[in-house]
């Protein structure tokens, strides 16, 4: 793990960014912090990175409301990283498939079934690096991703033992199905009713697919890109705490 600068602090959270074999990624933690504390993995949507708007916000709620750490790394393509030939020609190949009439659903799945078999491998190395630093520490890890962040992070959760509980949604269960039944953590699944990129359905498919015992559906209506309300944030939150426990060892 390689720190690319020095750590910078507002409002009370610590902010550090990093590379992890080429991977680069964020991590905030409180100023000052030291001892172990539970870790949340932040997973990006499609088209944003590890500092978007909405990413660097709940990272920041995770360390005001609950002493947590937070992580995010830019998936291949995006941020920092460097344009995958593969990953963009498919991507081209999808946006014509869907001009001339494709359903846009299957190759969303197409899509990220592909670029999952790179990042379940990085985040958990990620993860491995990150959880060595002292004010980090080997605490119980959760989960947040929704849209490509869920598309990914369906099979990085369902591979990693360490992650204890997840926060996932907006995505369908034409790419995941198989990776969800194997997720057997307490999940919080979000579901936008009037999403135009994923199904009501499939949506729905996918959660009914996950194999979880303890597994919540929260819909509200609302587009696919409509940005999150204040209280789902807070109610995300309150659910990693509630599974991942307090900051204190």
Known sequence: MRFLSS??????????????????GGLWTP??????????????????HK???????????????????????????HGERPVDPVYDDLAR????????GAELAPLIAEFQALVARQTVPEWRAVLD???ELPYVGE????YWGVSLGCGLGVPFVAAEPRVRAAVLGLGGA????AEAARVSVPVRFLLRWDDERVPRADGLSLFEAIGSADKALHARPGTHSAPPEEYELDDDVRFLVRHLGPPAA
Do not use: K, M, W
């Open 139 to 142: 605490r119980a890890a959760g």
């Open 93 to 100: 190949a999808n946006q014509r498939r869907v001009a001339e």
């Open 174 to 177: 034409a790419a995941n199905a």
């Open 51 to 77: 500092t978007a708007p909405e990413i660097r916000e709940l990272a920041r709620r995770l360390v005001r409301r609950a002493g947590y750490a937070a992580v995010c790394v830019d998936v291949p393509g």
């Open 129 to 131: 690096a990150v959880r």
């Open 31 to 48: 100023e000052g912090a030291a001892g172990p504390r539970p870790l949340v993995f932040l997973g990006h949507g499609g088209g944003r």
């Open 7 to 24: 750590a910078t602090a507002q409002e009370g959270v610590r902010e550090q960014f990093f590379s992890v074999a080429e991977v680069p």
